[in-house]
């Protein structure tokens, strides 16, 4: 079973939804490998993008989760925000390009692989806008205007067309009803 493991890297703009597919995901991988009932052993998921991508720390930061992952290489592996958001940070807010190929050599062997979350309604970022505000307070200080997140999107799209990682884009445009979320999801289980 060890080769059936997944290392998944979850990336997209701010609140297109990564979280939420991400938890979906981690809880069919825990179920499927979980082998202890008192611990949560069957997935591991590492949310790295916590005011560090985009300054000095980031990719001295994806390093040590890479190195983490040589550990975790037998176990499924989920990271929540990775090396393109560090290169999406760095291109938007310091006008620099961060070069990642030899980090992608080295996930390219660990089998990792980066589902996309893009959403292409300016009216649904506008929503996420106001619902993220209302549930985390603190978000204000870096919310952005609607059109910002659709820059951000624009650049993960230009950047995942170099990655050299297999890849999967899940549009999370329509609103969240039931249906339309058990479709993303099996979408995204039938490609791992």
């Avoid at 807010?93 to 292409?120: A, P, R």
């Amino acid at each position: 079973m060890k080769k059936n493991k997944q290392h998944l890297i979850f990336e997209g703009a701010e609140l297109v939804g990564k979280s939420f597919l991400a938890a979906q995901i981690y809880n069919f991988l825990e179920k499927k490998d979980n082998s202890n009932k008192k611990i949560l052993n069957g997935c591991h998921w590492f949310n790295c993008d916590v005011g560090i991508f985009g300054g000095p720390y980031g990719k001295k930061v994806i390093n040590k989760y890479i190195d983490i992952l040589k550990i975790l290489k037998n176990k499924n592996v989920i990271f929540e925000k990775f090396h393109l958001s560090d290169m999406v940070y760095n291109k938007l807010y310091n006008n620099k390009l961060i070069n990642y190929q030899k980090e992608e050599q080295l996930l390219k062997k660990l089998n990792s692989k980066i589902i996309l979350i893009t959403v292409g309604d300016k009216k649904i970022f506008e929503q996420r806008i106001i619902n993220r505000i209302k549930n985390v307070p603190h978000y204000q200080r870096i919310a952005q205007p609607a059109e910002n997140y659709l820059k951000q999107q624009e650049l993960y799209l230009e950047f995942i067309k170099k990655s050299q990682l297999k890849n999967l884009i899940i549009d999370f445009s329509k609103p969240l009803n039931k249906n339309f979320v058990k479709r993303q999801i099996k979408t995204i289980l039938n490609w791992i």
